[in-house]
């Protein structure tokens, strides 16, 4: 059964970069039709999509953060990363990494699962 | 800000049923498939349905989705309490080209 968990540091200063990775384990990072995402969850909002990332290299990111953000992977360690520049109080959410389906037909086909459980980094100083 | 909108809250007895309706655009729901997501605070957000209306495996068929136009709409039959949760639809804007979800709806068992 594939699980993802979320890792690092809680407390993230403003102006620094916040640097999570995900371990993935009863699976590999390597499987063709999958891409591996990150999302975030402000206190008291909705999900955002942050990115995603194929193992092959292709990446796509949400325009908003996209100036700000690199996901990365590494197939030799099973994880892939998330960074996140010039963090904010705005940049305050709980992190989730997950599976992510991505495939084009008569439209594009975009799910995410399973899911991490999330961990909740803050940005203050 | 979400391009796709649903309603902030819905609720019903046990053993109701709810709908959830996502309403969205071209770009987006019209264009693409979609997918649900249930979230109960504190855990991992679970996929309930892919594509419109496939569910995972064990996932129960008191699930159900489906899309009409620009519209997305998750339909839960026999409620139980532990329905209580988050639920989000998401699918994939091909004008902004990044994935998108819902404003999220809070399902409420009476």
Known sequence: ?125 | QSVLTQPPSVSAAPGQKVTISCSGSSSNVGDNYVAWYQHLPGSAPKLLIYDNSNRPSGIPDRFSGSKSGTSATLAITGLQTGDEADYYCGTWDSSLRTGVFGTGTKVTVL
Not at chain 1, 12 to 28: A, H
Not at chain 1, 42 to 69: C, F, Q
Request: net charge positive; charged share 10%; glycine share 12%.
């Open chain 1, 1 to 125: 059964q594939l699980q993802l968990q979320e890792s690092g540091p809680e407390l993230v200063k403003p102006s620094e970069t916040l640097s999570l990775t995900c371990t993935v384990s009863g699976g590999s990072i390597s499987g063709s039709s999958y891409h591996w995402g990150w999302i975030r969850q402000p206190p008291g909002k909705g999900l955002e999509w942050i990115g995603s990332m194929h193992y092959s290299g292709g990446a796509y990111y949400n325009p908003s953060l996209k100036s700000r953000v690199t996901i990365s992977i590494d197939t030799s360690k099973n994880q892939f990363s998330l960074k996140v520049n010039s963090v904010t109080a705005a940049d305050t959410a709980v992190y989730f990494c997950a599976r992510r389906y991505a495939a084009a037909s008569t439209g594009v086909h975009n799910w995410f699962g399973p899911w991490g459980q999330g961990t909740l980094v803050a940005v203050s100083s």
